[in-house]
């Protein structure tokens, strides 16, 4: 119900019947009311109960009027056809078991689940100067905390979930309307199957926030529908992650020969786009901070901060300008150097755009095409020249998806060989599926204790076999520690498993420790004892991290003789310690 009263919301703003547009301009609307509630301190699940209900009642009178087109319409499923969508249900199947388990992911455990559940327990949204990520866009994360008052974690991973299930259908509406439908599925099939698909479904990330909008900003640039909803939805996305920007600027360089078009989209934009960065550019005069110090002058902790979260997340290529001309052929072989191996399409778009340039004078690229891959070209430009993170090219997988589909089609009307080469490059596109696993979630899924462990409920045997020592500790933290404690984690970020009041003490992200001056543990002492701390969490098996090796072995050292001069080791998990600071 909530889906469809965000729906609702956004179409009586747009005054126009297109459910994916009203529904991301509707939940952005709606994450900027729970903003409203959190600075006034309205935070409770009572607050929220009452917010349901009239979403609940919008979204009940949305359902006689919903629509779909209908995929099988005119004549039957085509094999392939069939295939991509067993495909797409096979993945799709295996994100929602991974709903339906406790969270495990990294991102979520540290903050997309752990902001929520603090705003919640505070009811406010608290400044978090422990933390960097406070001062991001966190559209999604006002949305998260609603629904994780209503009905737990597991209700963030099924919004998750349906953002990208809803991202799949704008995926075949617009294939479907401006292609065919053999590659409207094939399309649909392709995306699902990429590793970067498969790994930010079915846990509380917040890509699908950001591609969905993003994507959605592009087709109405391609249908020339209005410049002014370009731009809200292009706001929509850089609210729910800086990365957001990135397809706003890519648009606005588009808008450029339109001076009319682009002040409208503009607009649209800061309506939607702008309230986070106004917030932060109030706390601290630097809107994008800690990035970009610079150019708003942040200071240099500030930027030794941004510097160091960049190396840790993925060690990308130097900026150069030959290295941004070879961008196409390093995401093809150094995909490495993103952090994991997820550009797996790339390689068989590059091919499919050299048979297309081979066939310009029989087949030449149409208006479209030619200002999708402006846009591709873009935003590829931002993400390597701002922040090489492998998540972030999602949005461009969507669309790279959409155009291979279509390559491949075109391609199987050919001789042989083009059927043949069209096979093997829809065999390859697809073929990350085979990684697909049910394992582990499925005892977790269905409760099922463990034989082996049966002192563990299945969920606690769940989490203690993905997360290790680190969860082991914290549940113990939990059982043991006074309700008024206050944990230190050092290393250790991931603060939604410690039922304790807690602050991130990382070298990463110092927090309430100033590790740029302390030189010594008794300095240490003192700003922990200042900040009312009673106990720290040291996980020796986070980092040692990439970049500024001396910065971080210093730090290493000093907390080290810390933990022996002014502590006392009360819990001891293979290595993971929660100390007493005496």
């Avoid at 297109?18 to 409770?44: C, H, K, N, Q, R």
């Avoid at 006002?142 to 919004?159: D, K, N, P």
């Amino acid at each position: 119900m909530y889906i469809l009263g965000a729906a609702a919301v956004g179409k009586s703003v747009l005054r126009r019947n297109d459910p994916f547009y009203a529904f991301v301009v509707g939940e952005t609307l709606i994450s900027f009311l729970i903003l409203a509630l959190g600075l006034a301190g309205l935070y409770s699940q009572k607050t929220f109960l009452i917010l349901l209900i009239p979403l609940s009642i919008l979204g009940l009178f949305q359902i006689p009027k919903i629509s779909f087109q209908n995929p099988v319409s005119g004549e039957k499923l085509q094999s392939l056809e069939i295939l991509c969508v067993v495909l797409i249900l096979a993945v799709l199947l295996a994100a929602a078991v991974s709903c339906g388990t406790p969270p495990t992911d990294w991102d979520s455990l540290a903050y997309h689940l752990a902001f929520p559940k603090i705003f919640l327990s505070e009811g406010r949204l608290s400044p978090l100067d422990w933390s960097f990520h406070i001062h991001f866009p966190l559209s999604p994360e006002m949305i998260s905390t609603f629904l994780y008052s209503i009905r737990g974690a597991q209700a963030v991973h099924w919004m998750n979930f349906f953002r990208g299930f809803i991202l799949l259908c704008a995926m075949f509406d617009f294939a479907s309307r401006h292609f065919n439908r053999l590659s409207a599925f094939l399309a649909c099939a392709i995306f699902a199957c990429q590793p970067i698909f498969l790994r930010v479904n079915g846990n509380a990330s917040t890509d699908f926030a950001v591609a969905l909008p993003a994507f959605l900003a592009l087709r109405v640039f391609l249908e020339d529908d209005s410049a002014f909803l370009c731009g809200l939805l292009a706001g929509a996305a850089a609210s729910s992650k800086l990365s957001g920007l990135w397809a706003a600027s890519s648009l606005a360089v588009l808008y450029l020969p339109r001076p009319k078009h682009l002040l409208k989209f503009i607009l649209g934009v800061l309506l939607l786009g702008s309230p986070w960065y106004l917030r932060n550019f109030i706390w601290k005069g630097n809107p994008f901070w800690p990035y970009f110090g610079k150019i708003f002058g942040s200071g240099s902790f500030a930027a030794g901060m941004a510097e160091r979260s960049k190396l840790i997340i993925t060690e990308g290529l130097p900026k150069t300008l030959l290295n941004w001309l070879m961008t196409p052929l390093n995401l093809c072989f150094r995909q490495h150097r993103y952090g994991q191996q997820t550009f797996f399409l790339v390689p068989v778009f590059w091919v499919l755009l050299g048979w297309r340039a081979g066939n310009l004078k029989k087949n030449p690229f149409s208006a479209l095409e030619k200002k999708t891959l402006l846009f591709l070209a873009l935003f590829m430009t931002f993400w390597f020249w701002v922040y090489q993170m492998w998540r972030y090219f999602l949005p461009a997988i969507a669309v790279i998806s959409i155009l291979s589909a279509d390559g491949m089609i075109a391609m199987l009307s050919q001789n042989k060989k083009g059927v043949i080469l069209s096979l093997c490059l829809m065999i390859a596109s697809v073929s990350p599926v085979a990684t697909l696993s049910f394992g582990n979630p499925l005892y977790a899924f269905f409760g099922v204790r463990s034989k082996v462990y049966p002192q563990f409920t299945p969920d606690e045997r769940y989490l203690e076999a993905l997360l290790g020592p680190a969860y082991s500790a914290m549940r113990r933290a939990n059982q043991i520690l006074p309700r008024d404690s206050n944990v230190l984690l050092y290393r250790e970020v991931r603060g939604y498993m410690l039922d304790r009041k807690y602050s991130w003490g990382n070298p990463l992200n110092p927090g309430p420790i100033d590790f740029e001056t302390a030189r010594t543990p008794d300095d240490i002492m003192s700003a922990l004892k200042t900040r009312g701390f009673t106990h720290i969490l040291y996980n020796p098996y986070v980092g040692p991290y990439p970049g500024a090796p001396e910065y971080y072995a210093r730090i290493d050292q000093m907390m080290g003789e810390f933990l022996v001069r002014h502590t006392e080791p009360i819990i001891d998990e293979k290595g993971v310690v929660l100390a007493a600071i005496k």
